[in-house]
C-alpha cells in the first residue's frame, strides 16, 4: 500500500480560507444560510468554516448543524456489519433557508442523495448548496456536482482519498492511498 500527500496542512489552510471566501462572496451575512456538516467526516470541515468565518472574517453567528445520513443511504442493508447511526443535530427551522451541505470528499454522489432525503424531514430550504474540501470528479455513479470545491482529484477506482483532521486524527493532511 502506497500513499502520496496531496495536500499538506498549510495547503488545507489555504484552500479553508478561499472557500470562506467564496461563501462570503455569495451569501454575505448569513441571516439566510445555515451550514450543514454531513456525518460523520463532513463535520470536521464545517465546524472549521464557520470559526474562521466568524472569527477571521467576522461574519456574526452561523447557523451549523450536523446531519447524519445513516439510514437514509440506499445501501444501509447491503453490509454485514451493525451500522451506527451518528448523531443529527439540527436546532433551527430549514424552512426556506439556503441551506449548504458540507462533506469531506464527494466521490460517487451517494452521500449527498441521502442528504438531499434526510434534509426534509426539517422543512423545505429554499436552496440547497454543496461545498466539499476534495471532489473525485471521475467517479460519480449520480448526477451531483460540487457548487464549491477545495481541490478535484482525478483517483481511480483502486485509490482511496483519506482526510485527516487536527481535531480528530492530530493533523490536517489529505493523502491518496493505493492499495
Not at 111 to 130: D, K
Request: aromatic share 8%; glycine share 4%.
Amino acid at each position: 500500500m502506497s500513499q502520496k500527500v496531496l495536500l499538506n496542512s498549510k495547503e488545507v489552510t489555504i484552500i479553508l480560507h478561499r472557500l470562506a471566501c467564496q461563501l462570503i462572496e455569495k451569501h454575505l451575512d448569513f441571516s439566510e444560510t445555515i451550514l450543514v456538516g454531513i456525518q460523520p467526516r463532513g463535520v470536521f470541515l464545517a465546524e472549521r468554516l464557520k470559526q474562521i468565518l466568524e472569527n477571521e472574517y467576522m461574519v456574526p453567528e452561523i447557523s451549523l448543524g450536523y446531519l447524519d445520513i445513516t439510514f437514509f443511504r440506499d445501501d444501509f442493508r447491503r453490509t454485514d456489519k451493525p451500522l451506527e447511526a451518528n448523531k443529527t443535530q439540527i436546532n433551527f427551522i430549514v424552512e426556506d433557508k439556503k441551506v449548504i451541505f458540507i462533506d469531506d470528499v464527494l466521490f460517487t454522489g451517494r452521500s449527498i442523495r441521502s442528504a438531499l432525503t434526510a434534509i426534509q424531514s426539517f422543512g423545505r430550504p429554499s436552496e440547497i448548496e454543496l461545498l466539499v474540501l476534495i471532489d473525485r470528479r471521475f467517479s460519480r455513479h449520480l448526477p451531483i456536482q460540487p457548487d464549491y470545491r477545495g481541490r478535484q482529484v482525478d483517483a481511480i477506482n483502486g485509490e482511496k482519498v483519506i482526510v485527516s483532521w487536527k481535531e480528530n486524527d492530530g493533523e490536517d493532511v489529505v493523502h491518496l492511498v493505493t492499495n
